[in-house]
């Protein structure tokens, strides 16, 4: 669970308070702590030193300075309790990066990831801190475990203890197909409601020059690494980069093979008829997909980890710029054969960091987290300052002053609060954060809604048994075999895509049953049965992430 994200609309409660803590002194002697019997429990604690990792999106841009040095860091560290070194790891290989660092044993105090096999990984390999001895030096997140007991019990091992620190989100639309509805109109062509029509008008507008320019320079659609997966979603097939494809039948877990046949086969289609761009292979996080959409070149753009805002405010006005008259809308996953699915919805209950066991100063990592969890702290790192980045709406929330300020200032430090909870009042959600006031927000606002009733459907299936970050994490030795298999498996798909007539899809599938039953993946359906037959009352399936959409709609109405 990601990839990218600008936070600007991310709200929480509007109180900015910053400033250091002042002790002030007097000669009356009844007013010291000697004199009137209490001891002084709260001397200043010494400032440590701790270093903590950060996703490198590269977002900073140049004026602002680097991950490692910029205007937050440095606030960070003028306000903050201890002094902190940030460590960027590039976010498409920070798992790689971080193995790496850990078998060097120069891992940093802090560790900042989503992925779930890597965190469970080094819980495996007694590489982490148990924090329950800790949580004293961290009451913002005690009040949470308290407030949500849901981070409590996604972030206790099986030992019974407390190891990683999380957060509570909005359940909001994640993995999105945007479509071009001028592009449509131009070339009279209707919403496409299945696949097949889906099929139909990408190929229109690869090929009817919709853009008007006399030339061959449009794609129907994009995939890359991450917006690959969401396409999977369409056929129920929930593989990614991280995950093979799982589903239940008959109360088994079962893999999706079916399922994966027909992704495979449709995007080696969307490959064969010159839909996408050839080259999609090379786009490993979909920069260049994002910049062809922006540039007015792809007529179904597949984003994988929306950031409304940004997408709805700046993006747009970038798309408008240079392609006037561009107009876009949420595009429901069309129907397959296996039924009607909507998007990965962003998990709202996400676990993001972990605690180095060979961390010397445990109470400076804790004191530093708490800090980081503050209110004013989170509207700080988020929003930015007030009056300069931001104002207080009619409605008692934070909005934009300038966005493209914004952006350029604040929005590439959303990481630097990676675990902060933001789904514990009204200003945190999305709808929040426009100002109707303004013409552009208004349009970017109504463009949220529509998006929140075409995916936020629990009429449609969700794509797998959970969102990804809640399935359940192989052993070591067993990881060893999915993490091989899904390479494998992965290559042979490819391979599949991009070889016409040489290899077909149903090839590739034998093929990777084959590599499946060789590299022992019935150990890992006996596993994932095992897990299901344990755990199917009380893990977070996607009924429950279904019942917070419902719950976090009626309590922000």
């Known amino acids: 669970m990601n990839k990218k994200k600008l936070w600007m609309g991310m709200g929480l ?53 680097s991950y490692e040095e910029n205007r937050w860091t440095k606030w960070i560290n003028q306000n903050g309790p201890v002094n902190v070194k940030y460590v960027p790891v590039l976010r498409s290989e920070s798992t790689k990066k971080l193995n790496v660092l850990f078998a060097s044993g120069s891992a940093p105090d802090i560790i900042n990831e989503y992925n779930t096999p890597f965190r469970n990984g080094v819980y495996e390999q007694k590489q982490l801190l148990a924090l329950d001895d800790y949580l004293k030096f961290m009451p913002e997140y005690q009040k949470l475990l308290t407030q949500f007991p849901q981070l409590k019990k996604a972030g206790t091992k099986p030992d019974g203890k407390l190891y990683e620190i999380g957060k509570l989100k909005e359940a909001s639309p994640l993995h999105v197909f945007f479509i071009r509805t001028d592009w449509l109109k131009k070339l009279n062509l209707q919403m496409p ?92 996080d979909g920069a260049k997909a994002k910049q062809d959409f922006l540039n007015g070149k792809v007529g179904i753009y597949i984003n994988s980890s929306v950031s409304w805002f940004d997408f709805a405010i700046n993006d747009m006005a970038t798309l408008k710029k240079n392609a006037p008259g561009a107009e876009v809308a949420p595009l429901a996953y069309p129907k397959s054969q296996f039924g009607q699915f909507t998007g990965a919805i962003d998990n709202p209950v996400q676990m993001t960091t972990v605690v180095n066991a060979k961390a010397k100063d445990p109470e400076a990592v804790m004191r530093y987290l708490d800090f980081m969890m503050k209110p004013e702290t989170g509207i700080k790192i988020t929003f930015g300052d007030e009056n300069v980045h931001w104002k207080k709406g009619a409605n008692g929330c934070q909005q934009i002053i300038d966005p493209a300020k914004s952006k350029n200032e604040v929005g590439y430090a959303g990481d630097y609060e990676i675990f902060l909870t933001r789904a514990t009042d009204k200003c945190s959600f999305v709808v929040n954060q426009f100002n109707p006031d303004v013409s552009e927000q208004k349009a970017g606002l109504e463009l949220y809604k529509e998006a929140q009733k075409t995916y936020l459907d629990p009429s449609r299936q969700y794509p797998g048994i959970t969102v990804g970050e809640h399935m359940p994490p192989f052993p070591n030795d067993l990881n060893v075999i999915h993490t091989s298999l899904l390479k494998d498996m992965t290559d042979i798909y490819v391979k599949a895509i ?60």
């Open 498 to 557: 991009i070889s016409g007539s040489k290899y077909s899809p149903e090839q590739a599938i034998k093929d990777a049953q084959a590599a499946w039953d060789k590299a022992g993946g019935k150990q890992l359906e006996d596993y994932m049965n095992k897990w299901y037959s344990d755990n199917k009352d009380k893990a977070f399936l996607a009924k429950d992430v279904w019942d917070i959409v419902k719950q976090q709609k009626e309590q922000f109405k």
């Open 193 to 284: 409601t299945t696949a097949e029509e889906m099929m139909t008008v990408a190929k229109a507008f690869a090929d009817q020059d919709p853009d008007g320019n006399g030339k061959k320079d449009t794609y129907g659609m994009n995939i890359s690494t991450y917006s690959e997966t969401a396409l999977n979603e369409m056929f129920g097939d929930s593989m990614s980069k991280s995950q093979m494809s799982w589903g239940v039948k008959d109360g088994k877990v079962i893999r999706l093979w079916d399922n994966e046949l027909a992704s495979l086969t449709f995007k080696k289609h969307l490959y064969d008829d010159g839909i996408i761009d050839k080259d999609y292979i090379n786009d490993k």
């Open 13 to 65: 409660a509007a109180v900015l308070a910053m400033g250091t803590t002042l002790t002030g002194c007097t000669d009356k002697k009844e007013s010291t702590p000697a004199a009137s019997g209490k001891t002084d429990d709260k001397a200043p604690a010494k400032r440590g030193d701790i270093t903590v990792t950060m996703y490198d999106r590269g977002a900073v841009p140049a004026s602002e300075g």
